[in-house]
């Protein structure tokens, strides 16, 4: 089990810019892809963005791709998710998410993570 902790969520108006940050404690990070998930109010959780376990490949959702970029430091346990030209229909919680199965590189399945952070909350108003 690993447990996950983020970081950096808040308010910005529209067009803005905003880092988020998830650490991770509990087993071997660098092993297990890793991303993001996001919830709106009355939503469904929609994936993000993810990264395979050593970095080289991204992969993002459709409503973000071009405006976020998602990054890890393996030595740190450390994912980031750099948001760029912020639009308020990107408000939400973040979540942190670690991927279950090692070494596997792909888009993230809500029902294959293991672990959730307990998620950061992102506003960006108009």
């Known amino acids: 089990q690993v447990q996950l902790v983020e970081s950096g969520g808040g308010l910005v108006q529209a067009g803005g810019s905003l880092r988020l940050s998830c650490v991770a404690s509990?087993?071997?990070?660098?092993?297990?892809?890793m991303g993001w998930f996001r919830q709106a109010p009355g939503k469904e959780r929609e994936f993000v963005a993810a990264?395979?376990?050593?970095?080289?490949?991204?992969y993002y959702g459709v409503s973000v791709k071009g405006r976020f970029t998602i990054s890890r430091d393996n030595a740190k346990n450390t994912v980031y998710l750099q948001m760029n030209s912020l639009k308020p229909e990107d408000t939400a919680v973040y979540y942190c998410?670690?991927?279950?199965?090692?070494?596997?590189?792909?888009?993230?399945?809500?029902?294959?993570?293991?672990?959730w952070g307990q998620g950061t909350q992102v506003t960006v108003s108009s």
């Open positions: 990264i395979n376990w050593s970095g080289s490949s991204t």
């Open positions: 998410a670690a991927d279950s199965r090692p070494f596997y590189a792909g888009r993230l399945d809500a029902r294959a993570i293991g672990s």
């Open positions: 509990g087993r071997t990070f660098s092993n297990y892809a």
